[in-house]
């Protein structure tokens, strides 16, 4: 098994490690003049990133320079930021495109990022009908931790994998790559109502989707809480430990590891679908498809029919 984040790509040397932990001691020593500001954590995820790719090792661009450059693009960001939350200003909060937000989680007080797209041509603000809002659940990535994840999105010009008309999508960090579980799904909830409070959304129009593992974390946030959303949109991602891990019973861990498998797993909660609109895709030659076709089955005993694309 490989280990989690992996091991560097282009390690940075020295000089060049010693020359950014220099650079974020100076720039966290300033941040703490607008710690106190509302909009604190959007300018804090930026130098925990930074932190963590240095305890960590987290370089993973082909050149150690890239990876300087980017986490120098990070702390140039952060810099700017905390200038801007001295005179209590947000420019970054304005006009469209891309935007990277963070916010304080109430599990363990640390600034979490997450990205936000704006369509061009789409009126959010005070005074505005309120807007629709997609959640997308990125897919498996060994190398995204929050350095490169943020870096993605700050500068990006590329308009995200999914952009449906007129709605605001909102990207969770969901805490790198655990599959949406334990922290990273109460991730979702958290960026969920940042994101309300900032963008004057209508609650009644927060649609849930995702892709492999994000189609799995859809799954199953989808199906534990179908309440929370007006559709569950999901693509490839796993439903159940057993049938994904192939586990037959002599290789079946103990019963009371099986009962805890109901946190995640999907079938048992199938008649909730009965709830929200339910959208399901798979790739034609995708080995992944088993699990859409395995809740079709499942559904089908209950009596429901599966959008399965």
């Not at 469209?96 to 363990?108: H, Q, R």
């Amino acid at each position: 098994r490989g280990a989690l984040p992996p091991a560097p790509v282009a390690a940075l040397s020295a000089e060049q490690e010693s020359a950014i932990a220099a650079r974020l001691e100076k720039i966290a020593e300033a941040f703490k003049a607008v710690e106190k500001h509302p909009r604190a954590a959007d300018a804090d995820i930026f130098l925990k990133a930074v932190r963590y790719a240095l305890e960590f090792d987290e370089w993973y661009d082909k050149k150690a320079e890239d990876g300087v450059k980017k986490a120098n693009r990070l702390l140039d960001e952060a810099e700017s930021r905390i200038a801007a939350l001295k005179s209590d200003q947000t420019p970054w909060l304005e006009g469209s495109g891309w935007k990277v937000l963070g916010f304080y989680s109430e599990i363990d007080g640390s600034a979490q990022p997450y990205g936000v797209e704006i369509p061009e041509d789409l009126k959010w603000g005070q005074g505005e009908n309120k807007v629709p809002m997609w959640i997308w659940l990125h897919g498996r990535g060994d190398t995204s931790t929050d350095l490169h994840f943020i870096a993605g999105k700050l500068d990006s010009k590329k308009p995200g994998q999914f952009q449906p008309q007129g709605t605001i999508v909102i990207h969770p960090f969901g805490r790198y790559c655990n599959g949406w579980k334990s922290a990273g799904e109460t991730d979702v909830y958290e960026a969920r109502e940042d994101a309300v409070a900032r963008f004057n959304v209508d609650r009644n129009r927060i649609a849930l989707a995702g892709f492999s593992m994000g189609g799995a974390g859809a799954w199953h946030i989808g199906a534990h809480f179908a309440d929370q959303w007006a559709c569950v949109h999901a693509g490839a991602g796993f439903v159940d430990v057993k049938r994904y891990q192939k586990l037959t019973p002599d290789k079946m861990p103990p019963e009371y590891e099986q009962t805890l498998w109901g946190m995640y797993d999907v079938p048992a909660y199938a008649r909730n679908f009965f709830n929200v609109p339910l959208i399901v895709y798979s790739g034609e030659e995708d080995t992944q498809r088993d699990a859409a076709s395995y809740m079709e089955e499942i559904l089908k005993a209950e009596g429901m029919t599966m959008r399965h694309h």
